[in-house]
């Protein structure tokens, strides 16, 4: 022995064994949606396939709701978030968490400051996406503390509770952007590395579910990274090259 506990040679990325809390860990698998139906302002450059016909996405919804290894998510607060997504969710007894833009409240195409509070009461999750989704990697001092803390402070104010989950927009972050959100307390931070994800781990990957993906290959891909099988090196190379 040298006063090593076998664990301490774990990936905390990996490791479900338990978190130090006695709590048991397990795998998950994190997805991303981002708009559904058609979009209601302008798009950022190739973000087209960020946007899923209702049909896909109601069919991924049914592939998934009666797994409880599936965290679903949504990124850039989007109408869509209320018009479509949560009557979807709340018809099949769903909860996700929805990263929204401080900055970009009461925009047009964008959830308004009423949608988040009926978001909230109708028992999602509220994360912080930041304030304007520009990369947060390479940002002033500034520039990153209107990002990680005035946009939280701004959407606490909204839904009037503690926000705890962050979302890196584009999924750029480097060891400073982490240090930040560390600093800043965030009790989860978001990413789009793709993969599976340890429950109750700092540091989430996710997947991003785009138009061109068949519904079928979806499930697929999240039984490899659900089942933690040798496939799921082929699956995450896979998915790296069809999920880009
Ligand atoms: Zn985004």
Same mark, same amino acid.
């Given at each position: 022995m040298l006063g090593l506990s076998q664990g301490s040679y774990g990936n905390p990325m990996t490791d479900v064994s338990a978190n130090g809390h006695g709590v048991p860990e397990r795998r998950i698998v994190n997805i991303i949606f981002h708009g559904v139906g058609e979009p209601s302002r302008p798009l950022e450059p190739d973000a087209d396939d960020l946007w899923l016909t209702p049909t896909a996405f109601a069919t991924i919804l #049914?592939?998934? !709701?009666? !797994? #409880?290894?599936?965290? +679903?998510?949504? #990124?850039?607060?989007?109408?869509?978030? +209320? &018009?479509?997504? %949560? $009557?979807?969710?709340?018809?099949? *007894? %769903?909860?996700? &968490?929805?990263?929204i833009l401080a900055g970009k409240l009461d925009e047009s195409g964008y959830l308004s400051r009423d949608d988040v509070r009926v978001l909230a009461e109708s028992g999602m999750r509220i994360g912080s996406h930041g304030m304007f989704h520009r990369p947060w990697r390479g940002l002033s001092e500034a520039a990153l503390r209107e990002e990680l803390v005035d946009a939280r402070t701004e959407i606490e104010q909204v839904v009037g509770v503690a926000i705890r989950d962050a979302a890196c927009p584009f999924g750029a972050y480097d060891r400073r952007v982490l240090h !930040?959100?560390?600093?800043?307390?965030?009790?989860?931070?978001?990413?789009? *590395?793709?993969? $599976?994800?340890?429950?109750?781990?700092? %540091?989430?990957?996710?997947?991003? +579910?785009?138009?061109?993906?068949? $519904?079928?290959?979806?499930? !697929?891909? %999240?039984?490899?990274?659900?089942s933690g099988s040798p496939e799921i090196i082929r699956w995450v190379k896979l998915a790296v090259k069809r999920w880009r």
């Open positions: #049914d592939g998934v !709701r009666d !797994r #409880d290894d599936v965290q +679903i998510t949504f #990124d850039d607060g989007n109408a869509s978030d +209320i &018009e479509v997504a %949560l $009557p979807a969710l709340v018809a099949r *007894d %769903l909860t996700a &968490e929805f990263f !930040r959100l560390r600093e800043s307390g965030y009790e989860h931070v978001f990413t789009t *590395d793709p993969g $599976p994800a340890t429950s109750g781990a700092w %540091l989430q990957p996710r997947n991003t +579910i785009r138009r061109g993906h068949d $519904p079928a290959d979806v499930g !697929r891909v %999240l039984d490899g990274f659900a």
